[in-house]
Every structure is written in C-alpha cells, then in structure tokens.
C-alpha cells in the first residue's frame, strides 16, 4: 500500500520567506509527527498530532513554526520568515498505534 | 529531559564479523524502537520493542531490550556490505508519544 507521502521533496528559499511543507499520512493512521534531521542537532520532535486532540506543539523551536492536520489526514507545517538555522530535513511519520512510519522528507534550505 | 546515548557513533567492520550497538537511554521506558537510514533517504522501521526482555531478530540483526539497565543492544551477526547504513535508536517515554531519537551508528562494512 501507498505509505507516507511528502511534498515538495527539495525546497530552497530566500532568508526571510514564509514556507509550507505538507504530508500526507498513511490511510487510517490516527497519529502524526513532524520531526527534523540536520547535522548538528540530529533528529528533533517538532509537533504531534492524535485524532482530534489538541497537538502537542513541545518540540517546536520557535512562534515561527505552525502546522495543522486538517481532517485527521493532510498537515501542514508552516515556517514563517524562514532562518538559515532552519535549513534541514523535515520528516513526516504517521502512525496506527506504536511503530511510526517515516515519509522520504522535505530538503529545505534557506540561502 | 530523556536523553538517548549510542554507541560507538562511527563503526567500521568487516564483512563476516560480528558486533553489537549499544543503545542507554535516561528515563523509564518500554518502548524502544531501532530503524535504518541509507544516505538520502528515510527511515526505515527495523525492530519494534514494546516490554522488558523483548527480543526480535531479522536475518543479521537481533535486537534486544533491558528496561532495568535502561538499555537496548542491536547485534549484527555475520556482517556483509549491504547493512552499511546509519543505524538508529529511538524511545517514546512513558508521558508522551513522540520519539527521541540516538545520534546514530553510522556502519561500515568492508569487504
């Protein structure tokens, strides 16, 4: 079956540009994170999202970065006035109960 | 705040040894998950444990998990070219579902 999707799979952006990075989850997976991988911080949880619940945003480094799930399916992170420091891999996992399933990631560099 | 120690970082061996990762992690947990990554790409799900002396093995790899020590070990059996990649563990603490991930053992096997 299809696994998790993500879109665009290379982005590069200008200093201070807005971005968004979407996913799309595996059909009837409930759960879905955000992490980010780079060189020097490896990989961080940004935001996770359960069902309806309301996400928990711990992770996000910054009031710059958002994201939303709309429909328990598709999300969105969004990162506003883009830095250099947030240059880095964004990966999206979903998941039905315990094991996370990663999508290929999102390159973003920010000139 | 759980922190998550691999090691060694780097490993370099050759084909047909033997050797073991050894994942410690800081905080109550009984889940612990191992997954793979080849340069450019995603991650990729290896083991999942879920409870105190859970055992799962796949060809070359057998994965283990001591709650008590705090401690997860991947043993490569018989190493050959094609498990070169970056190895990683990661742990969801009791509180909360998000995973915090090792630094990751990067494996080189030669020929």
């Known amino acids: 079956g299809a696994g998790v999707s993500q879109s665009p799979s290379n982005k590069v952006t200008e200093k201070g540009k807005d971005v968004e990075l979407r996913c799309d989850p595996i059909s009837g997976h409930t759960a879905l994170y955000w992490y980010r991988q780079s060189l020097g911080q490896g990989l961080e949880f940004l935001i996770y999202f359960q069902g309806n619940s309301a ?49 290929p990631g999102t390159r973003l560099t920010v000139l | 705040e ?36 080849d340069p450019g790409k995603s991650l990729e799900s290896l083991f999942v444990l879920l409870s105190n002396g859970a055992v799962k093995q796949e060809g070359r790899l057998m994965a283990s998990l001591d709650t008590k020590a ?32 090792g630094s990751g053992t990067q494996l080189t096997v030669l020929p």
């Open chain 1, 55 to 103: 996400p928990d945003k711990s992770g996000l480094p910054s009031d710059r970065f958002s994201a939303e799930r709309t429909g328990g399916s598709v999300s969105t992170l969004t990162i506003q006035r883009t830095q250099q420091e947030d240059s880095a891999v964004y990966l999206c996992a979903s998941s039905p109960h315990n094991e996370q399933f990663f999508g």
């Open chain 2, 2 to 37: 759980l922190k998550v120690e691999q090691n060694p970082l780097f490993l370099s061996m050759q084909e047909g040894k033997n050797y073991t990762i050894y994942c410690n992690y800081s905080t109550t947990s009984d889940r612990l998950y191992w997954y793979r990554q």
């Open chain 2, 70 to 101: 705090r401690l997860s070990t991947l043993h490569i059996t018989a190493a050959v070219h094609d498990l070169s990649a970056t190895y990683f563990c990661a742990v969801e603490p009791g509180s909360a579902r998000q995973l915090t991930f």
